[in-house]
């Protein structure tokens, strides 16, 4: 449900950059999600096939890149980690901050 | 059909196909939009409504059946003649919600999102055309249940207070972190059953403050009164911030 609205907002947001660019087709739409955005990527995958029909991107291939949460630790500096954590990746050491890992963007489309 | 060499922008890269008679340029457009903005405007239309019309926004959030209503219920009357009250209810389907806090005498508008799993700002900015925010101090919005959806969705709220039950397990906030994070305050409710259930207060206490340190607890319970006067005193409290 929450992720059929997503897959919409996106193929809205590429087709109308498409028009601007004056595309006939959209081939590729890359999007960037957050690991702390709960969103099931074969999920918006399968919802995203059926928000294309009949637009500039049927057809087109969806790429997700996967943002990590950034773990700030004092001592080993910032950490990829795949989830909220409250200790440090690297070293154990606790009370560490975390950041990102929050995103959900349309990054590019490639169009003919 | 896009032509590249006369309107290439900046941030643009181009690679050449070959089809057969002709040459089609792919092009990679760079975006870099955030999704979903429609309802961050949205929460942020609701921000300012709330504070123009020095209204207390609270977004009151947890699992199905974890008690939020008489939580509402309690709270109106024990805020009677302190603060007034106006609520509205979220819900997939019915007014059973709305018709109960109805009878407590207070403003009361329910939205049913059919199938949405959490309320959308924008059905909440229309839900306030049958509020006067103008007669009231303390806007509580009762959203859907569900410890998921409603985590992504802020409704431009002052104050989130998340309510958990004892029978839900005390380790809710480990699975369900995004929910508890961005939450001021943490409802514990119908401790009066703890003696029944295995759920250990101490555990949900550290779980909850290893995903958000900051969070504020409180212990209540509607059938013997516990916790509910502290936890009124701090939302009226909030309130007195805000308006200051």
């Given amino acids: 449900m929450h992720e059929l609205g997503i897959a919409t907002e996106i193929v809205a947001a590429a087709v109308s950059e498409a028009q601007k660019h004056g595309a006939v087709k959209i081939t590729t739409v890359t999007i960037r999600v957050g690991v702390l955005r709960g969103i099931v990527p074969e999920s918006v995958r399968m919802f995203f096939e059926y928000a294309v029909k009949g637009t500039l991107a049927e057809g087109a291939a969806l790429e997700i890149e996967e943002e990590p949460v950034l773990v700030s630790c004092r001592d080993c500096g910032d950490t990829p980690a795949s989830g909220l954590t409250v200790s440090c990746p690297a070293c154990g050491r606790d009370g560490v901050a975390v950041k990102g890992g929050d995103s959900l963007r349309i990054v590019s489309i490639d169009i003919e | ?244």
């Fill in chain 2, 1 to 244: 059909m896009y032509n590249s060499r006369t309107h290439r922008r900046p941030g643009q890269r181009t690679a050449w196909k070959k089809f057969p008679g002709r040459r089609v340029a792919a092009v990679k457009v760079e975006i870099e939009k955030e999704i979903q903005q429609s309802a961050e405007a949205a929460s942020r239309v609701l921000e300012r409504i709330f504070a123009s019309r020095k209204v207390l926004a609270i977004n009151l959030v947890s699992s199905p059946g974890s008690g939020k209503t008489t939580l509402i219920e309690t709270m109106i009357d024990r805020l009677d003649g302190r603060k007034r009250i106006a609520v509205v209810e979220g819900d997939i389907e019915t007014e059973i919600d709305a018709e109960r806090i109805r009878k407590h005498g207070v403003q009361v508008h329910q939205i049913t999102t059919r199938s949405a799993c959490h309320i959308p700002p924008a059905l909440l900015v229309k839900a306030l055309d049958h509020i006067d925010l103008d007669a009231a101090d303390l806007l509580v919005v009762e959203n859907v249940g569900n410890l998921v959806c409603p985590a992504e969705v802020p409704l431009g709220e002052d104050v989130r207070v998340v309510a958990l039950s004892v029978t839900e397990g005390d380790e809710k906030p480990l699975k369900y972190p995004l929910i508890f994070k961005p939450s001021r305050i943490l409802v514990i409710t119908k401790t009066d059953l703890l003696p029944f259930v295995k759920f250990s207060t101490e555990a949900v206490k550290a779980a909850a403050r290893s995903v958000n340190p900051a969070i504020e607890i409180f212990e209540t319970s509607a059938v013997t009164g516990e916790g509910l006067a502290a936890l009124v005193d701090r939302i009226e409290a909030l309130h007195a911030e805000k308006v200051r």
